[in-house]
């Protein structure tokens, strides 16, 4: 059993508060990823899994033990970081057995851990190769390999893809989640990536300043996310953001801007009062082009600032009244600067949060 339980786990360095009591539980089997801004905590958590970090508070539970005191080569967890650290005299075959060696491993155990690893990633043709014969994507992958045959039950991973390029951060990310189908060993992965967060994880753990702000499925916090800093962070683009109010009329409520735009709400929070401020969320793929359909209130008077091109669609960043708003329009349009584009946004996509606290609104 490989459930990674972490309770009210803290690190301090000196006067720095980098991880300030964390609760987290980690199933079987579970890929979980710790994602967020530079500085929020995620290595330090990650380190201190390892054991390559003491806590200054808390415990570290693995499986039924806890081994917050236990040294790193007793945790059963093998860690692939981002700068791979192979040894540059040694073949792939030397470095992905070398600490099988060091633990006086039969040869022949080793010899076949060490193909077996070598096949799944597929590695046969290159054992006798050096690092410096390699690709990037190739030295990550014997990094991998050099993980996988100590057959942990844990895999922690910090950031292992951001040295590569992009097309190759995208293949390697396939070929981790393929790698998790096979072996069906908990995974830990740290990245400041929300978009390799999204693609990988069972679950994100969403970080800032060393605090959990969400937990969830990556579906789960991109479509309900918990407060303004969880939705700023998780999409690309990111969420636009409006201060508005609450509007209530009878049976009928919305939000609208100062300037005149209203929408009706689709889904209706509780407790909130006519007139009381709120934020206004929208995601760029949810903000269209206003329609002859569209009723005039809802429509939101814009001007074209900058349009990039991506090939199957365009962002267009829109001034409304002061505001940079970014859209997401398919297919190739034809705008320029100081074009007027008016905007409307789907109802059902409106998310509100709590201008003081950041809080969703529900
Ligand atoms: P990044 O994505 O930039 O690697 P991170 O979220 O992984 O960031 P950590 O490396 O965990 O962040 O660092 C968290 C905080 O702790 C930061 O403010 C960092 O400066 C501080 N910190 C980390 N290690 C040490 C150390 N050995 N001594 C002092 N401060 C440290």
């Keep these: 059993m ?13 006067v720095v508060d980098a991880v300030k009591g964390v609760d987290l539980e980690i199933a079987d089997h579970e890929f979980v990823v710790l994602v967020g801004p530079s500085g929020c905590g995620k290595s330090t958590i990650l380190r201190m899994i390892a054991g390559l970090e003491d806590p200054s508070a808390g415990e570290i539970h693995i499986g039924a033990d806890c081994v917050t005191h236990v040294p790193p080569k007793d945790r059963n967890i093998a860690m692939v970081f981002q700068n791979y650290a192979l040894y540059p005299h040694m073949t792939v075959y030397r470095n992905m057995a070398f600490s099988l060696r060091a633990r006086r491993m039969r040869r022949s155990e080793i ?4 193909r077996q690893a070598a096949a799944i990633l597929e590695l046969e043709e290159l054992l006798d190769r050096r690092p410096a014969e390699l690709s990037g994507g190739q030295r990550q992958r014997v990094a991998m390999g050099r993980a996988i045959v100590r057959e942990p039950t844990v895999f922690l991973f910090d950031e292992p893809l951001s040295n590569l390029d992009a097309k190759l951060r995208h293949q390697m990310r396939a070929e981790i989640k393929k790698l998790h189908h096979r072996l069906r060993t908990t995974v830990i992965y740290v990245t400041h ?15 800032k300043d060393g605090r959990i702000e969400q937990i969830g499925t990556p579906v789960d916090v991109y479509a309900q996310p918990a407060n303004r800093f969880v939705a700023g962070f998780i999409g690309s683009p990111a969420m636009n953001f409006l201060a508005g109010r609450f509007r209530v009329d009878g049976d009928r409520v919305a939000v609208a801007l100062e300037s005149g735009p209203t929408w009706p709400l689709v889904q209706v929070p509780r407790g909130l009062v006519d007139g009381q401020a709120v934020t206004i969320g929208m995601r760029p793929c949810d903000l269209r082009p206003a329609s002859d359909a569209t009723p005039a209130r809802q429509v939101l008077l814009g001007q074209v600032v900058v349009v990039e091109p991506l090939g199957d669609a365009s962002l267009i960043t829109v001034d409304i009244g002061g505001i940079g708003a970014v859209a997401t329009i398919d297919g190739v349009v034809r705008l320029d600067p100081g074009m007027a584009l008016n905007l409307a946004p789907r109802l059902s996509q409106i998310h509100l949060f709590d ?4 809080d969703r609104l529900t």
């Design 355 to 358: 201008p003081t606290t950041g």
């Design 2 to 14: 490989a459930t990674v339980r972490l309770q009210g786990l803290a690190k301090r360095f000196g």
């Design 193 to 207: 990536d929300q978009v390799e967060a999204m693609t990988l994880a069972d679950r994100i753990v969403i970080l």
């Design 111 to 114: 010899d076949q851990r060490v």
